[in-house]
């Protein structure tokens, strides 16, 4: 075993994927569109997603999240992409690139607000040392952050380069492990315990059968509403009513898909994910980094970085045609964001401090009153 894997244990070790509850297993059925087959972001062709989660005595609660968008080398096939900042308070590496090109060119990485750097670090390691790239001499790592320092010890800056690395390697398609995890390891959300969830969509074959995937890191605060009910408000814990006076915090959210969007396309899919956190409760705070990175995995129009001809040719889809994929990212943005709650456990970390999780039976009680649940 590596030095550096000596002081943390994998999420696999403690937290099996099949004990975990998400909103539909408990007949909690956000939106019209119909799910993919894991509904999740890896139902996007091509999508994998990988996690390290880092656990240590009682004060370190953190990890990382790697999202690929594609197997092969992400340098040399990139993606059309775009970010969209619905609040600036954070830092999202590699952003401005994306947004001058309209690309993307490595893994995401999310992790917390001191291992920004760290994550790049590891992910140009990881671009130079792909074959085929011996001779690149730059590289826009592309690295998101929510600040877990309430429940971990940001301070030490416990994630390491091996640790990126590990999330990157163990990246895979199928089902994607939510809650307490990776990036979401010591998150917190609406008052509760936060953490990794995801989502997808699938629109109907009329509309182009396009699918639409969505991953978040919830760390933020509002007033939770689940599919219209005021959870918030019933179980009086919500903002600006005493013990929640601070609705900081960020929020990461990564949308995928395999429609042939063009940059400017995919901003406009990324601004409606906004809209996803909005109907949760989410407020976007003075303090909260909400930050929307969205690409387009479609084979047809990757933009390749060995090309000897002067111009490009691909086929996108129009205007017109993106109104479904709208209501797709809206749709999986808020459930992701409910997954991440109702898969998160409690928590106690730093310095003894105890974040309960979502209390699953209260609210199913709310949400059967507000016929969310039928009973």
């Known amino acids: 075993m590596r030095a550096g ?23 909690i059925k956000i939106g019209v569109l119909p799910v993919g087959t894991f509904n999740s972001i890896t139902d996007v062709p091509e999508v994998k997603v990988g996690h390290t989660t880092i656990m240590e005595g009682s004060s370190i609660r953190t990890g990382v999240t790697a999202i690929l968008p594609h197997s092969g080398n992400m340098f040399q096939e990139k993606v059309p992409a775009a970010i969209f900042v619905g609040n600036g308070f954070g830092k999202l590496a590699g952003s401005t690139q994306v947004m001058e090109l309209g690309n993307l060119e490595t893994p995401i990485i999310l992790t917390n607000t001191l291992s920004v750097s760290t994550g790049m670090d590891a992910v140009i390691e990881y671009t130079l040392n792909l074959p085929g790239n011996e001779n690149v001499q730059s590289v826009n790592a592309v690295v998101g952050e929510t600040n877990d ?16 690395l590990e999330a990157i390697q163990k990246a895979s398609s199928g089902s994607v492990k939510e809650g307490n995890v990776g990036a979401g390891t010591g998150t917190v959300c609406f008052g509760w315990k936060g953490g990794i969830g995801t989502a997808s969509r699938v629109l109907p074959k009329a509309t182009g059968g396009y699918t639409v995937g969505v991953l978040v890191q919830t760390n933020f605060g509002g007033v939770l509403q689940i599919d219209g009910a005021p959870v918030g408000e019933e179980l009086k814990q919500y903002f600006l009513r005493g013990q ?10 990564i949308v995928a898909t395999d429609a042939p969007l063009d940059a400017r396309n995919l901003e406009r899919l990324a601004q409606r994910a906004m809209m996803g956190l909005a109907k949760t409760g989410g407020i976007a705070s003075n303090g909260s980094g909400d930050y929307v990175i969205a690409f387009s995995t479609n084979a047809g129009i990757r933009v390749m970085h060995d090309k000897n001809e002067r111009t490009d040719s691909a086929s996108f889809l129009r205007n017109d045609a993106v109104s479904p994929l709208f209501l797709a990212v809206i749709e999986a943005t808020e459930e992701a964001i409910i997954n991440s709650l109702f898969a998160a456990e409690t928590m106690t970390g730093k310095d003894g401090r105890k974040i309960e999780a979502l209390p699953r039976e209260e609210v199913i009680k709310i949400l059967k009153k507000y016929n969310v649940i039928k009973k």
Not at 5 to 27: E, H, K, N, Y
Not at 244 to 252: K, P, Q, R
Request: hydrophobic share 40%; proline share 2%; charged share 20%.
């Open 244 to 253: 929640l006076e601070n609705a900081d915090g960020s929020c990461m959210m």
């Open 5 to 27: 894997f000596m002081f943390f244990f994998l999420t696999l070790c403690t937290f099996p994927l099949w004990s975990q509850q998400r909103s539909r297993d408990l007949g």
């Open 149 to 164: 320092g309430y429940l971990n010890d940001i301070r030490g800056r416990h994630v390491k380069k091996e640790h990126v």
